[in-house]
């Protein structure tokens, strides 16, 4: 019987937020209705072995349409908290000028059915839809894009400040400026060198921006969400540990140093001279607006990686910058692997979050899990269910580790599982499940699997609703 009992209730602070998490892109579809524009990942689906199947966003889950269904299975899983993401080109149909409003009125009408249904709506503003109309300007490449996202925050705060109490800025900056302007794997999908590390000045820079622009709202908690990896060297050499350094800057130090202690991290790295020394992209008084004071840190944890010293890969010196950076990742043995092929290593997790601590002290802000799940070859639905173990096994053990975490000190406030239902895996389309909730792409039909049935156990017996191992009471 799978036991509900890990963590073990009391094993997360009192008012611990469980959540669930989607994004817009992934699951709203309505591609062309309500006014909204075209985005980066619109396009980039439209280019020809860009994402696997030819996959496009136009319909995904149809949330667009079902957004009231979905409210139903949040409030049946009875989380306290639904992270989705607004899509831009929705509010802004070429990333400038007034806000539509079909796409705040979609808004408006999630947010109140969230409310009504006892959820707590949390609020990303970019979960990588860039409107192609700015794309077509540079991008995060110029200055002005962040610009214009904090007018574009400016809107949807007035709008929905009102009622949304927790707001994050960006998601992963790391994934818009690396693997969408330097490795070609996500919209706009172009390699370039230091094109990419202005694209992550002027991510943060948009985060800046935002984060004043909510103050001036007056909403609750503001904060940005970044997937930090936990990376170790794959020997004691000092080559690998080296290695594993210049990994860290790039994936971890580029987003948390600017970000928490004001500055560009020093590690040693050819790559980072570009991001820290160039005048034409920074300007005085930058790292202090990237740097205002955050309510709290998302982190979304999936998987460690392991790396080791290793030769350019690119044969152009100009292209080397931001991710061939000499360091390749070396498999894990001996764990489980999702179907993403990600290792599955919990008390990575828990090392993460406590090394964090180690590293910044009083400047880290509380943490949310802004997300954390696995992808599965689950089964076909039968009975109503999807019988889903390794997921459960997956989530469980990952708040197992939050909770030590938590219990070595680090300020927890909230996890939120990825995703509430199947959806656009990116590149990979829809070949990927992450969902607690099944979704027959042909029917649209949602069928939550036993996973969900599993977290809606949990979250009642940290309540004190339920009792016993097996949750049954
Ligand atoms: O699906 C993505 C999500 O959009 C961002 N974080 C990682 C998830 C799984 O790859």
Redesign the pocket.
Known sequence: MTDFSSPPPGSLPPGFVFGAAT?AF?IEGGADEGGRGASIWDTFCRTPGRVLGGDTGDEACDHFHRYPEDIALLRELGVDSYRFSVSWPRIQATGSGPANARGIGFYNRLVDGLLDAGVEPAVTLY??DLPQALEDTGGWRVRETAERFAEYTHLVAAALADRVPRWITL??PW?SAFLGYADDHHAPGTREGTPALAAAHHLLVGHGLALQALRAAGVREAGITL?LDRITPASAGPRDVEAALRARTQRNLVWTEPLLRGRYPDSESDTWEDLIARPDFRRDGDLQLISAPLDFLGI?Y?TPSVVRAAPYREADAALRTAMDNRFEAVPVPGVRHTA?GWPVVPDSLHDLLVTLKEQYGAALPPVFLT?N?S?EDDPAPVGGTVHDEPRIAYLRDHLAAVARAVADGVDVRGYYA??LMD?F??AYGYS?R?GLVHVDYDTLRRTPKDSYHWYRRLIAAHRGLVHGSDGTG
Request: hydrophobic share 35%.
């Open positions: 994004a992934q979960h990588w998601n992963e994934c997937n979304n999936y993403m997300e799940g992808a990825w995703s959806n895996e990116w990927k992450f």
